[in-house]
C-alpha cells in the first residue's frame, strides 16, 4: 500500500485546511486509515482514524469539534477537514493505514504503511 499526503501549509489562528490522503496498491479500499501528528519534542498521536469502508469515524479528543476525517471510497481517498485551528495543532501530520481498524486505534506500533508527512503551521 502506497499513501501520499498533502494539504499541510501554514495557516492563521482561526483558520481552516483540509488534509488528503491518498492511498494505491493491493486492495487499498480495504485498509482502515488514520491521521497521526507529531510536534516538535513530542511523541506522536493518533488525531482521527476511519474504517475501510467509512464506518467508525473517531478523532480525539484534542480535536473533538473541530476536525473530522472522511473517506471517497470511489477514489480510496481519506479527508481530514480540520476547522479553527489553534497554533497548538502545529506539526506534521502523517496518514497511515492497515488491515484493521483495531491496530491504527491502539496498535500504532504495528502499522506498516505510513505516508511521508505533511507539515500543519498554525501561526499569525
Known amino acids: 500500500v502506497q499513501l501520499q499526503a498533502s494539504g499541510g501549509g501554514l495557516v492563521q489562528p482561526g483558520g481552516s485546511l483540509r488534509l488528503t490522503c491518498a492511498t494505491s496498491?493491493?486492495?487499498?479500499?480495504?485498509?482502515?486509515t488514520g491521521w497521526f501528528r507529531q510536534a516538535p519534542g513530542k511523541e506522536r498521536e493518533l488525531v482521527a482514524a476511519i474504517n475501510w469502508n467509512g464506518g467508525l469515524p473517531l478523532v480525539s479528543d484534542s480535536v473533538k469539534g473541530r476536525f473530522t476525517i472522511s473517506k471517497d471510497n470511489a477514489e480510496t481517498t481519506v479527508y481530514l477537514q480540520m476547522n479553527s485551528l489553534k497554533p497548538e495543532d502545529t506539526a506534521v501530520y502523517y496518514c497511515a493505514a492497515a488491515e484493521t481498524y483495531n491496530t491504527i486505534v491502539r496498535r500504532p506500533a504495528s502499522i506498516h504503511f505510513w505516508g511521508q508527512g505533511t507539515l500543519v503551521t498554525v501561526s499569525s
Open positions: 496498491g493491493v486492495t487499498p479500499d480495504h485498509y482502515a
